[in-house]
């Protein structure tokens, strides 16, 4: 089984960038398809973006797409989230996750790992 730890929250104005990271260990990481969600206080736990085992499909919220890019090294166990433009609506624990199979979930019930969150702040 595949255990994550996400790293790489902070707090940072709007328009500035972060980049969280998302370390696993096991030997069949790149079998997994990973996904990046996030919630925020009162609200639900929303999918953000989300990649194939080998990394050749990416899927994003439309609340991200164009500003966010998931990436992954195999070779490292380990994704990536890029956020760039970051917004004050973007404020949320952001949680790594992993399933097995081949379809990237949107669905947050669909994955069987995740780690602990890491908190990202935007300030206006």
């Known amino acids: 089984q595949v255990q994550l730890v996400e790293s790489g929250g902070g707090l940072v104005q709007a328009g500035d960038s972060l980049r969280l990271s998302c370390a696993a260990s096991?030997?069949?990481?790149?079998?997994?398809?990973m996904g990046w969600f996030r919630q925020a206080p009162g609200k639900e736990r929303e999918f953000v973006a989300g990649?194939?085992?080998?990394?050749?499909?990416?899927y994003y919220a439309d609340s991200v797409k164009g500003r966010f890019t998931i990436s992954r090294d195999n070779t490292e166990n380990t994704i990536y989230l890029q956020m760039n433009s970051l917004k004050p609506e973007d404020t949320a624990v952001y949680y790594c996750?992993?399933?097995?199979?081949?379809?990237?979930?949107?669905?947050?019930?669909?994955?069987?790992?995740w780690g602990q969150g890491t908190q990202v702040t935007v300030s206006s």
């Open positions: 996750a992993a399933k097995q199979g081949t379809i990237v979930d949107t669905t947050p019930t669909r994955y069987q790992r």
């Open positions: 096991g030997r069949t990481f790149s079998t997994y398809i």
């Open positions: 990649i194939t085992g080998g990394g050749r499909s990416r």
